[in-house]
């Protein structure tokens, strides 16, 4: 028995010291774990709530509490303005882009209102938007006058928008990127949105149907501009704007008249949206150069 008891004893020990010898390194030294922490220069409220998709797991929504989203506004829009403004100060390559579209114009209540009651015209409307519409872009080198090329052109400033035109101000950090949606009161005033936009116009739209003039005239339209938005994106760590976003949205409410050939379709009311949103992509990166 005592046989017994010492050999159980001794396979305990045997144990023990292989555990004591593999929880020694031979260095000596622990294993140590080290975490990045990104330092935001400027806090600003980002305390949001999101809805996601759960198939796809993209956030469908992001959204402020009502509360929340009014006592964040002020706050967000200020740090908005300061920094868009220094953006024409800087040194940098910038990359304009452009996306236009048409699509259904809304109610007051935000619902889609119909084309026209004219199939053919609906088509047309459609065609516009798939073939018609140019999507130009321009560039803007390093160390040439930002001042000429971002909006407002020719101005020394790129907002000059107040609290009493904003609906809402948004934040969201993400790692590195910080981005904030300003959305202006809907609907909007031309004379708001020329403290920020370079307006233009639904010329190029309207054009295209004087193309078909020989089928439809097209009366002078009434414009309402609605669901306004500026985005920027900016480094949490330096507060410098990285790229800037205008949406426009303008509803289009006209007739058209059918001539020649489609003169039974008569005067039909057309209305529609058009939407155009123009980005300004900012590299502020110094290219070194060498000599050969």
């Given at each position: ?6 050999a ?52 469908t ?21 300061l ?18 579209s ?39 080198e ?25 609906e ?45 003039e ?35 949205n ?26 155009n ?16």
């Open positions: 028995m005592n046989k017994k008891i010492l159980i004893i001794g396979v305990i020990l045997a144990f023990a010291m292989i555990f004591s010898f593999a929880g020694c390194s031979g260095t000596g030294e622990e294993e140590t774990t080290t975490t990045t922490t990104i330092k935001v220069k400027t806090p600003l409220p980002t305390d949001i709530t999101t809805s996601v998709d759960e198939e796809s797991q993209v956030i929504d992001t959204t402020y509490s009502e509360e929340a989203l009014k006592a964040n506004t002020a706050t967000i829009f200020e740090y908005f303005n920094h868009i403004n220094e953006v024409k100060g800087a040194t940098a390559k910038v990359e304009m882009s452009q996306d236009k048409i699509g259904k114009a809304t109610d007051a209540e935000g619902n889609e209102v119909a084309m026209s009651e004219n199939d053919y015209l609906n088509a047309a409307i459609t065609t516009l938007d798939s073939y018609m519409l140019h999507n130009d872009g321009a560039t803007l390093y160390g040439e006058d930002m001042a000429a090329f971002l909006p407002v052109k020719g101005q020394s400033y790129v907002s000059a928008l107040t609290l009493e035109d904003i809402s101000a948004t934040c969201v950090d993400n790692e590195t990127v910080r981005t904030i949606t300003v959305n202006l009161k809907s609907p909007t005033l031309p004379a708001t949105l020329e403290k920020a936009y370079d307006m233009g116009n639904v010329d190029d739209v309207l054009n295209e149907f004087k193309k078909a020989s089928y439809m005239t097209v009366a002078q339209p009434t414009l309402e501009y609605k669901d306004c938005q500026i985005i920027i994106t900016a480094n949490v760590e330096t507060d410098e704007v990285i790229s800037i976003e205008y949406v426009k303008i509803d289009v409410k006209t007739e058209v008249t059918g001539t020649g050939t489609l003169a039974d379709m008569g005067t039909v009311p057309v209305t529609f949206r058009y939407r949103a123009v980005k300004y992509s900012i590299d502020r990166t110094v290219l070194e150069t060498t000599a050969e």
